[in-house]
């Protein structure tokens, strides 16, 4: 056998095979075993003619397509091996030459990891977000508390800025309503900025029972593209005003929110769960731009075959999170102002971000010899069977060899990004 490589890409290659004689004879011997095995010959059993008998009455052409398919299956794993070449699936095979019992000669193509060269992950100069809890995060958190325990109160008058309304409205462009512009009783908090602008200052001034239309452009980078840059008029009701009437901050509002004797303990305790949240946001946040700019620092190619596994992965998440509220992929794509063209060109960048960065890290554990004992896989499992010990399909899962194998991996991910991080700390 012989074996010539020749590289097409930097993720795929084409192997040349060349079959002689000896070859295609030991393929040869191995067919007709198989195939007599099917032979019946008058005063014997199926299967038990002696060989030389049973051979007369197999059909040649038979023969000759049972030997060069398992010459093929034998001799393609060995000529990769040769070639010092790891295919990702399994080749595509091409027959090019085949005089039976002579010679052969196919050629075997298939996506097989890139070499990957690895950049200086030690000096990746990534700076890391600073994790100060400000005065004014703070008082976002006691402010949206605040309006949870606010009282609403129906209020004759016109409405203001913070009041909560309640109205029936139906959006129409070119005279004719547009899907998603048209509610009934929607309640709506004036200066929420939930709506585009110019809507809610457009209720400001005005009573219950009032009607009104609003002439409104929509932003020129709205994400429903059929709006986007579009002039329309809102026909409006205004059935009912709501003043909010918010509780002071003192003593009995910290009381209420928990065990805090004062506005100042309540405070602190947000600022702490704030620090905590900071800190894990911040960490994950550096992973992901350390991770990104070793990607971009190292030689790195993705395979089709790869990153076309996970659009699919993709397209599997969006699918199921639509399908919660019984919408299909077509509505998501529809609500994000979206063709699937813009869809797919989109999840390819962001599945061939995640190929890349899969096997930077893959060479990166190897390098640094990121190891994840049998011991520590099993903790982990015994971890995780705690976690989800009221579900009966989940602990099933836990079993699987194969879902063992992920949790190994994704260990051995997650140490290898804690290296690359103290690497840069």
């Not at 007599?36 to 051979?55: C, N, Q, S, Y």
């Not at 052409?61 to 001799?75: K, M, P, S």
């Not at 998603?180 to 457009?202: C, Q, R, V, W």
Request: glycine share 4%; net charge neutral; hydrophobic share 35%.
């Amino acid at each position: 056998m012989k074996v010539k490589s020749k590289k097409l890409s930097d993720t795929r290659v084409e192997i040349t095979v060349t079959l002689e004689k000896n070859d295609l004879k030991v393929a040869r011997d191995k067919a007709v075993g198989r195939l007599i095995k099917e032979v019946k010959l008058e005063g014997f059993r199926k299967g038990k003619a002696p060989k030389d008998l049973a051979e007369k009455v197999l059909d040649k052409n038979t023969i000759a397509q049972e030997t060069i398919d398992i010459a093929i299956r034998t001799t393609v794993p060995t000529a990769f091996k040769e070639a010092e070449k790891a295919p990702l699936v399994i080749p595509n095979v091409n027959v090019t030459k085949y005089i039976p019992d002579e010679y052969a000669e196919y050629i075997a193509t298939a996506d097989i990891l890139p070499e990957i060269k690895l950049g200086d992950y030690k000096n990746l100069k990534v700076k890391k977000q600073d994790n100060k809890v400000t005065k004014k995060d703070i008082d976002e958190i006691v402010d949206n508390i605040r309006k949870a325990y606010a009282q609403k109160k129906v209020a004759k008058k016109k409405a203001e800025l913070g009041d909560e309304v309640i109205i029936d409205f139906v959006g129409k462009k070119d005279g004719e309503p547009f899907q998603g512009g048209t509610a009934k009783d929607y309640h709506l908090e004036l200066g929420s900025h939930n709506f585009i602008p110019g809507f809610e200052e457009g209720i400001v001034g005005h009573e219950p029972g009032d009607k009104f239309d609003l002439t409104l452009t929509f932003p020129k980078d709205y994400h429903e593209k059929t709006l986007a840059g579009q002039k329309t008029v809102f026909e409006i009701l205004l059935k009912q005003v709501n003043a909010i009437e918010l509780p002071e901050l003192d003593e009995d509002f910290a009381k209420k929110c928990g065990p805090f004797k004062n506005m100042d303990e309540l405070r602190s305790d947000i600022e702490k769960n704030l620090q905590i949240q900071n800190e894990h946001r911040i960490n994950e946040k550096f992973k992901d731009d350390l991770v990104e700019a070793l990607v971009k620092s190292s030689k790195v190619s993705a395979p089709e075959i790869l990153i076309d596994d996970q659009l699919r992965i993709i397209k599997l998440d969006i699918e199921r999170n639509a399908a919660t509220t019984g919408e299909k992929l077509e509505d998501y794509l529809k609500a994000n102002g979206m063709t699937e063209d813009d869809w797919n060109k989109q999840a390819h960048e962001v599945a061939e971000k995640r190929v890349k960065a899969s096997l930077v890290l893959q060479i990166l554990a190897q390098e640094a010899k990121i190891i994840v004992s049998d011991d520590d896989v099993a903790a982990k499992i015994s971890e995780l069977k705690d976690v989800y010990k009221k579900s009966p399909e989940a602990l099933k899962n836990l079993k699987d060899p194969r879902v063992r194998v992920d949790v190994k991996n994704r260990m051995i991910i997650e140490k290898t990004l804690d290296h690359l991080v103290k690497a840069n700390s």
